[in-house]
């Protein structure tokens, strides 16, 4: 591993031309030896808390060491997997997804077995989920219920397995989404036709996951673009699963707390990034989800076009779905409401593209009352 040392922006502004790698503190290399380093990157670089930069051409990723720890509450333990394990998990896995066609175009996959896993698993808690539906939802009861146990088995066994293998989870789930739904369902009049409804923890990323996917496919991405906003949609809040969950599903937070919490996007990425070897556009996602267009947003203050496509994307179906559960300062009823709220929020908040096909993709006379929907 080759020597890092941490620099300022005050210092960089001697430079006119870098003689140096530049990297966050997750290990992304920002800039590189060689670059002329313009106002505007300088201003990127600002709102960052460390940046590191070495003297080489070649650097890996950031030990894990080196990486501060928030402070959490401890998982159960688990057994440990050396660098070179996980590798070995990871590229053996790599090479298995290959040849199981999760090429997007195909989707010959047996629907009923997309969701099994006898060894990862347990298919006996899915069956006997019991959790409310969304009766006027056009997506199938069933599939209604074995999404929301599936994805619930997913993310609380999230340290008890390999995380190679509970990404392979993820990929199912995600598959599942675009072959049932994203790309199936065509005369979507309302959104509330695709909630997923019941526990906040148990269809949040879900239902985020199915909006990004159809808005993805509204702006006519290709399907890998989809298929990729559908998995970060997944993962977006993964962070979260490291914070105590007091503070998690606590409605008023004090500015500590509140802070405290806007860690998870951190946390989430280096879950991703280092743990899960997740790449990296599906990595920013859980990083930048909570930017805004203007820059008022967090960790980084990112604004427009310096925000991914992915995150663009995510972050308007995030903020609809946590203001339809009433997790936001606005209570609404209904997706009439959410929309009215989103469009307050307004090009401050979101990208124009994201927000109008948001806006437009749906009727906007959705007026039918979350709790209404309830089976």
Excluded: W
């Excluded at 670059?35 to 650097?59: A, F, S, W």
């Excluded at 998982?75 to 590798?87: G, I, P």
């Amino acid at each position: 591993m080759k020597s890092m040392k941490t620099i300022t922006t005050e210092e960089l502004v001697n430079y006119k031309i870098l003689p140096f790698n530049l990297y966050s503190e997750f290990g992304e290399k920002l800039f590189v030896s060689g670059e002329i380093l313009t106002p505007g990157k300088l201003l990127q670089l600002k709102h960052l808390n460390v940046i590191y930069r070495d003297d080489e051409e070649q650097l890996d990723i950031l030990p894990e060491e080196e990486i501060p720890e928030p402070i959490v509450i401890p998982h159960e333990e688990r057994e440990e997997y050396t660098k070179e394990d996980l590798n070995k998990i990871f590229d053996d896995f790599s090479e298995q997804s290959k040849t199981k066609d999760r090429v997007i175009e195909k989707f010959d996959m047996n629907p009923n077995q997309v969701l099994k896993s006898n060894t990862i698993v347990d298919e006996t808690s899915i069956l006997n989920y019991k959790g409310p539906i969304n009766k006027k939802a056009k997506i199938d009861p069933q599939n209604q219920i074995k999404l929301k146990a599936f994805y619930h088995e997913t993310i609380t066994g999230l340290y008890s397995r390999p995380m190679p293998e509970t990404a392979n989870l993820f990929f199912n789930i995600r598959d599942k989404l675009l072959q049932d739904i994203i790309f199936r369902q065509e005369k979507l009049v309302f959104s509330s036709q695709v909630k997923l409804i019941g526990e906040y923890d148990k269809c949040h990323a879900l239902n985020v996951a199915i909006l990004s996917g159809l808005i993805a496919k509204k702006l006519e991405m290709k399907e890998t673009m989809v298929s990729d906003i559908v998995l970060a949609a997944l993962l977006h809040d993964i962070g979260k699963t490291k914070l105590d969950p007091r503070l998690v599903n606590k409605q008023t937070l004090s500015n500590q707390e509140q802070k405290a919490l806007q860690e998870h996007t951190r946390i989430g990425y280096k879950i991703l990034k280092i743990d899960m070897r997740m790449p990296e556009n599906i990595a920013l996602v859980a990083l930048e989800h909570h930017e805004k267009n203007d820059g008022s947003g967090y960790p980084m203050g990112k604004s427009g076009d310096l925000i991914a496509k992915e995150s663009q994307v995510i972050s308007i179906c995030n903020a609809f779905d946590n203001l339809s559960f009433n997790r936001t300062p606005h209570l609404v009823k209904n997706s009439k409401d959410a929309v009215r709220a989103l469009l307050e929020m307004g090009t401050k908040s979101f990208m124009p593209e994201a927000l109008y096909t948001f806006i437009h993709m749906f009727s906007y006379n959705d007026t039918m009352n979350f709790e209404d929907m309830i089976l």
